[in-house]
């Protein structure tokens, strides 16, 4: 069942994929098991990263980032289900000027602690084969057999060698509890119990000579959307069939593990600049040795040493899944978006639009060579709009923090494209479409909208893209209205009962 939905979803971005050829930043869509090395650390694979202006009543003033690990989550995910690695290394990256650099880092490391919960058996004390030994309510829940805790570090300057803090909630507390996956109903007390139980996850941090930010760090239902299904039935999809609810999104059953934070603007801007970018990224240790004879207790079947080694990175999704050619999808996600020139021609030569043109002959590939547009949009930027005043051209999701966030009813799905100038690709949110958005984007929406004088300066007129004016879609649609209405907006996770 597993490994038929991780074809599927493979399959799935060959279609996504061709809207966000572009990407060697592009698209807004999940990367699941998108190069060969990550698909043997599921722990470390980034999946979706968004970033927004908060929109929920009286939060204007913040910036909401969410980096999404943990593919493809089945929500009976026991006994253990799915813990972050403690051997590993969880980033966000803030670039506030625009060189391609990080400037600001917060760094999450994880901790499991074992309670060594016993049950008398026959006279006996013996260790329980469960993560909980009765229902779960309240943070560092007696019950649970395993704690899962966090540190959060902030760093200003190189990831490594920058000015390093770690911060602490109102209490003065520098460790956090992460709430056990969604067991099931019985577990947390009734229909709604386990939103309750999260809920008390979400604690407020103080940040140094800037206020205070809110962090939650837990599992979320998945919120990408795609026609998965259709798609890997021989492309059984029309590209300009109805926009909505033209077909059913296969992810909806699936889960993911969710770190969100919300800082205020001011703690990640520089003066004089409005727009920040940012990605996420996993790193491991660089060595590993595993132990021929675990002993009793948990997580002691390797030791891991030596310096980071970044395994996983995501900015605009998809662009290693479905653009970045197979020999280099594990340097791209090794790299950091300074050196990003070497992959260049993935973006300015994309493949995947001339796929879209073989599988739909009316929906014909752009011909404007090298693809300007798609470097502009999606390496630097749309000029007025999300794009650096000193930017150099790299991947990671840009956003202009002087645009005030659209209220959650007034959001529209297509972002941008829509009127919505708080949407993508100016930041991520939630309901945003980024499947249309950006396979319109790749076959060549922008030359047709620039037109013949390119008013927008991406380098390329209308005749260059025949399909640039064609609604193209894959049939699912989603809107704000279908997520929470404030941090940390992702949905409540499937019960593991169901």
Partial sequence: MMLNKQRAFRAAAVFAGAALMALASPAYASSHREAPFITTSPKVDGT???????????????VTLIANFIPLQEPYGGPNF??????????????????AKEDITFQFRFKNTSRHTTL?????????PLINSSTVSGSNSPSLN??????????????????????AGTDGATEFEKPVDNIGEKTFGGVGGYETYANQHIYDVALPGCGTGRVFVGQRREGFYIAVGKIFDLFNVDPLGPEVNGNPNALDDNNVSSIALEVPIACLTAAGEPVIGAYATASLRQGRLLNPAPGS???NAAREGGPWSQVSRLGMPLVNEVVIGMDD?????????????????YVTNPVLPAVVETLFPAARAPTNFPRTDLVTVFLKGLPGVNQPKYVVASEMLRLNTG???????????????????????????????????????AMGALCVLTGAGDSLGVGCKPADAPAGGLKLT??????????????PYLNTPLPGNQ
């Fill in 403 to 441: 645009i005030a966030p659209t209220a959650q009813s007034a959001q529209n799905p297509l972002g941008v494209a829509g009127g919505d100038k708080a949407g993508f690709p100016n930041g991520r949110r939630p309901g945003d479409d980024v499947v249309d958005v950006t396979l319109r984007v």
């Fill in 146 to 167: 395993v704690r899962e805790t966090y540190t959060i570090d902030m760093v200003k300057g190189d990831r490594r060698t920058g000015h390093r803090t770690r911060l």
């Fill in 474 to 487: 894959d049939g699912v649609r989603k809107t704000a209205a279908d997520f929470k209405p404030a941090f």
């Fill in 120 to 128: 008398n058996v026959g006279g006996k004390p013996v260790l329980i």
């Fill in 329 to 345: 999808k594990d340097r791209f996600n090794a790299s950091k978006p300074k050196d990003d020139a070497q992959f260049l021609t």
């Fill in 297 to 299: 207790g948990i997580n």
């Fill in 48 to 62: 979706d990263f968004y970033m927004f202006r908060s929109y929920a009543p009286g939060r204007q003033d913040y």
């Fill in 82 to 99: 799915y813990q972050f690695d403690q051997n590993a290394l969880y980033e966000i990256h803030i670039d506030n000027n625009g060189d």
